[in-house]
């Protein structure tokens, strides 16, 4: 098959031709990649940035963010049929350990990571297990939902959690309506009833906010927790989830915090510095946010399905993947690039 490999750091990947995956294991599935999402993390994979962290040997097929049609399963795979239209989840879990059987696949001891740590999905063909097949509504075609893999995870895992805190009458303030926060935004819409301050400082990503649920918009423009407080008599939100979490971000959206108000941290770059006795005096509290469980994948499926969370792409063929990865670079994608081999 042809696939998409990087054969060293800091070099364009080369498309090669390569041996189609084997199933391993009983609990293997083959899938046939329908589309992989291009993510800001591939350009940090070429550049070297996670060689230490994944250890992975070189050269190997990049692409974490994969959705397409069952090949071929494993002896001891039920429920699949080949041909049914797939979406993965991003790591291939054990099933075995604690936190897999806690439903906390992010954390599965013995995880793999397709496109991070082993072969990925910028192929015609991957290799993952039956604990990573969600199921996709006819409806849903694989290339238009593949980004939301690991991307849309993520927000929905972050705003899943903060909506199940939330009661009607509150208020949460999200920053960022970019790529993880529009589809935050949809997620928030569709799951809470309570009230949703965007804040961002493109009026252009407000305006896109405001057509996707947003009740208030503030621009981010130095008074944003100011604004925030006069929209909530001065009390501040009961959370404020953070898609950005650098470049200022953290310092304002601490400042929006109501007393016993939470902090969810989703975007990352930035260090927060927050004064102890202001944490213990108020009780706010700070949660980080990786990537998303399973049922996490298959209830924002389900969001996808009732056409209530839609995430605008640009498709390439996998020939074109360099065009896609300097498109990435180069700030010229609207929405989320994705491979179509
Ligand atoms: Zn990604
Ligand atoms: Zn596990």
Redesign the pocket.
Known sequence: MKAVRLAAYDTKPELVEVPDPKIESPLDVIVRVGGA?V????LHIIEGQWEAKSGVALPYTIG??NAGWVQEVGSAVTGLRVGDPVILH?LVTCGLCRACRSGDDVHCDTSRFP?IDADGGYAEYLRTNARAVVGLDPTLAPADVA?L???GL?AYHAVAKAARHLRPGDTAVLIGAGGLGHIGIQVFAALSAARMIVVDRSSDALALAADLGAHHTVLADGDEAAAVRDLTAGNGAEAVIDFVGEGGALEAGVAMLRRAGSYYVVGYGGALTVPTIDIISAEINFVGNLVGSYTDLVELMVLAAQDRVRLHTAKYPMHEFATALDDLAAGRVRGRAVLVP
């Open positions: 999402g993510c800001r993390t591939d974490h963010e991003p496109g980004a893999a690991d991307a993520t």
